[in-house]
């Protein structure tokens, strides 16, 4: 049976026919299967849940009883009949309990990568290559020009102007789930054991990391901070906040950005990051092409993103290549409204 008779892109996102249900639905459904917490992925108004235990836990601390009324937790690993289908969730590597929806039904396995990357992360279980007969990507970053540098390499920079300024603060713009969190356990990985501030905005979902065992040293609160006392000091907030009032409380900041489209000079510009720093949680060109070698599946579906070269490099390798007009994905976080801004959220 051909797997799109019974894997299908619908008004509302992925639909699995077999199982009645939606794989990370933009719009509320009975059944939805959600990969990872970000807001393009995650939706409040859904009835049954479906997600790992990490994934629910920021769900119901960003939605609140939205969340849904029937939440069923599957850890990494364990597989869940649903109308016959098997649902088994392996990891993603993309933030906290982000996961790839495994999907079996009649001899055919069908892997929904969600969003991932395939880089080290201190924060998050790293990605599983999952042999399947079609594979479903993303492509965020999918063209050859995208190929993201070591993260040891940015988080040098942010150190160098910590020392290098002590009667400055470096403000760091992030989002407030998986990139902010990572950002911090890749300071105290390359050392860096002084207080890391932190926008208001930025505390629950660290608060939510600690309690799931990602360590993350000592985070005061820059908010209510004598000016004074963030001297020399690392201050995370939201992308937001950089050019807002917030800003102000901090002595003569030194704006950072940590994003995969700090690449792109003009995005850098546009978000008034002094320094740009390219920290993604996407997979880069490479990655997304060893993936699907790795991965081995004779046919790739594309979701988001730069879809159409993707496709062609599938093609060139052999692979059926197919894009998925999927609406509403691209936009992780939903704290930058309107404009280029929402697509460049929580690369
Ligand atoms: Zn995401
Ligand atoms: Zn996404």
Sequence with gaps: MKPESWLKVT???LYCEPGDFYIDPHRPVGRAVVTHGHGDHARPGNRAVLATPATLAIMRKRFGNDAGSALDELPYGETR???GVGVTFRPAGHVLGSAQAVLEWQGCRIVVSGDYKRRPDPTCAPFEVVPCDVFITEATFGLPVFRHPPDSEEIAKLLTAQAQFPERAVLVGAYALGKAQRVIALLRQAGYERP???HGALQGLCDLYRDFGVELGELRPATGAAKKDLAGEIVLAPPGSLTD?????LPDPI????SGWMRVRARARQRGAELPLIISDHADWDELTMTIREVAAPEVWVTHGNEEALV???RTIGLRGRALALIGRGEDEQEAPGGEETQEAEA
Excluded: D, F, N, Q
């Design 312 to 314: 062609h490099y599938a």
């Design 245 to 249: 009032r917030w800003s102000r409380r």
């Design 196 to 198: 890391i501030w932190i």
């Design 11 to 13: 008004s509302r996102g």
């Design 81 to 83: 009949s649903i109308g």
């Design 255 to 258: 704006t950072a950005m940590a």
